[in-house]
C-alpha cells in the first residue's frame, strides 16, 4: 500500500487515514494542518539526545529534545479516548524543512496528496520535525492502535524553513519559559466549575469556604490572598495554601456537625480569622518598630510576622478545628454561647509573639506547611495548657 492514495487508506477497522493543511496562514511561513495519528506517526522526526539529526550542528549530530517516556503514552491516550476528549485536541507543533519557494510547494503538494514517502523521498526522513507535542503524539497514536474505533484529526502548526538552532531554541523558549498553571488558578477555577448546590463534594465545599475567606467583602481576608499563584510579595499566601489550609480545618466530621446546628461554615470561618486578626492585631497589622536612626531621630522600621504567613496560616488552620469543636462540645446547640466559647479560646493568641526570628521561642520552627507541625503545638498548648514555649506543662 502506498500514501499516494490516500482516500483508499484505513486500517483493519476500516477507519480513515487523512492528512491536509487546512489553511496557509502566513505564506512560505506557517500553515495549520491536521492529520489522522497513524499518517501523524509514520512522517514525524524527533529530534532527540538518542537520535542522529542530519541538520543538527552537534559534532555528534545528537538532536535537542529528551528521550520521549513511553510510560505517559497509555495515560495519554485513555484521556484522549474518553468522552470527546478527541476534539480537545491542543496543536501539535512541527517545523517542515524545507527551505525555499519551490520546496514549500512542492512539500505542500506531496502533503495534501498523502504521500508522505514522496516527502521523505525529496526532504529526508527527518523533513518532518516535531518541536513540541511528542507525548501527545505518543499517546495519540497510542489510542489510535489499542482502541477500536478511536478516531482522531490532530491539529499541527507547521513552521516552515527554520534552520537547527532557530528549531532548538523555539524548543527551549515553549518549554523554559512557558509556565505551568499555577495550583492556586486551578483550584479558583475548580471552585466555579465544580458548583452544585445539589451535589457537593467535601472538596468543593472547601473551596468555597475558602473563597469566601479570600474574597468576601466582610473578611478580613479580602484583597490579602494571591489569587493566581503568581509571586506577590504583597500577598504571601495563595489561594491554595488557603484551600489546603481550610481543608484541614474544616474535615467532613465537623461540617456534619456544624450543619447540624445550622452554623454555616463560611461565616463560621470568616468569624474565626476576625478573630484571630483581634486577638494578634499588632502582627495582622504588621505594626512597625520604632528605632532611632544614626541621627536619633525617631524612624520606622518593618517588621516580619509569621501570622499572614503559610506557616501561621496552617498552623492557626489546624488549630481552628480543635478550638471549633470544643466551642460546639461546651455549646450544644446554643449559637450565642458557641461564639463566646469561640472568642474565648481565641483570645489567648493574643500572648503570641509573630515576630519571625531564630531567638523567636514561639516562631522558630520551618516556613510553610512544613513548620506546621512544630507551629501549630506551640499554639496549641498555649490555648489549651497555658503553656509558652519552653515552659513544662
Same mark, same amino acid.
Given at each position: ?28 511561513? &506557517? ?24 541538520? $543538527? ?13 513511553? $510510560? ?20 501539535? /507543533? ?9 520546496? /514549500? ?56 524553513? %527554520? ?14 519559559? &512557558? ?6 488558578? /486551578? ?17 468543593? /465545599? ?51 456537625? %456544624?450543619?447540624?446546628?445550622? %452554623? @454555616? ?68 446547640? @446554643? ?45 496549641? @498548648? ?12
Amino acid at each position: 500500500m502506498t500514501t499516494t492514495q490516500l482516500d483508499s487508506r484505513t486500517d483493519a477497522d476500516g477507519r480513515p487515514s487523512r492528512m491536509k493543511i487546512q489553511a496557509v496562514t502566513v505564506p512560505g511561513r &506557517q500553515a495549520v494542518a491536521t492529520l489522522t495519528p497513524d499518517l501523524l506517526k509514520e512522517l514525524s522526526f524527533i529530534s532527540t539526545y538518542e537520535t542522529k539529526d542530519p541538520r $543538527s550542528s552537534s559534532p555528534q549530530q545528537h538532536g535537542y529534545q529528551r528521550e520521549p517516556m513511553d $510510560s505517559r503514552f497509555s495515560a495519554i491516550g485513555k484521556y484522549y479516548n474518553s468522552e470527546d476528549h478527541r476534539f480537545l485536541i491542543p496543536p501539535i /507543533i512541527a517545523s517542515a524543512r524545507v527551505y525555499t519557494p519551490e520546496d /514549500i510547494e512542492k512539500f505542500n503538494e506531496l502533503f495534501n496528496a498523502g504521500d508522505i514517502s514522496g516527502i521523505k523521498a525529496a526532504f529526508t526522513k527527518s523533513a518532518f520535525s516535531i518541536v513540541d507535542g511528542q507525548h501527545r503524539l505518543g499517546g495519540l497514536y497510542y489510542a489510535w492502535t489499542n482502541f477500536d474505533g478511536f478516531q482522531a484529526d490532530v491539529p499541527v502548526m507547521i513552521y516552515y524553513g %527554520l534552520d537547527y538552532a532557530e528549531e532548538a531554541r523555539l524548543f527551549d523558549d515553549i518549554n523554559s519559559n &512557558q509556565r505551568k498553571l499555577p495550583k492556586a488558578l /486551578i483550584e479558583t477555577t475548580k471552585q466555579h466549575m465544580e458548583a452544585d448546590e445539589n451535589d457537593k463534594s467535601h472538596a468543593q /465545599i472547601v473551596r468555597e469556604i475558602a473563597f469566601a475567606v479570600a474574597q468576601d467583602g466582610d473578611s478580613v481576608w479580602k484583597d490579602k490572598i494571591n489569587m493566581t499563584g503568581a509571586r506577590d510579595p504583597e500577598r504571601s499566601v495563595t489561594y491554595e495554601g488557603l484551600r489546603r489550609s481550610t481543608s484541614q480545618m474544616f474535615p467532613d466530621r465537623l461540617l456534619k456537625r %456544624l450543619n447540624s446546628v445550622r %452554623l @454555616n461554615p463560611e461565616d463560621t470561618a470568616k468569624k474565626y480569622w476576625e478573630l484571630v486578626s483581634k486577638a494578634c492585631w499588632a502582627a495582622w497589622s504588621e505594626k512597625p518598630r520604632y528605632i532611632l536612626d544614626g541621627e536619633g531621630n525617631q524612624v520606622e522600621e518593618k517588621v516580619h510576622y509569621r501570622l499572614r504567613d503559610l506557616v501561621g496560616v496552617a498552623s492557626l488552620a489546624k488549630l481552628g478545628e480543635d478550638i471549633m469543636s470544643t466551642s460546639l462540645d461546651r455549646a450544644g446547640t @446554643n449559637l450565642d454561647l458557641f461564639f463566646e466559647n469561640l472568642a474565648d479560646l481565641i483570645s489567648k493568641l493574643g500572648a503570641v509573639d509573630w515576630e519571625k526570628g531564630d531567638r523567636n521561642p514561639w516562631m522558630r520552627g520551618q516556613a510553610g506547611f512544613a513548620g506546621q507541625k512544630e507551629l501549630y503545638e506551640v499554639l496549641y @498548648n498555649l490555648v489549651y495548657l497555658d503553656q509558652l514555649p519552653g515552659e513544662a506543662a
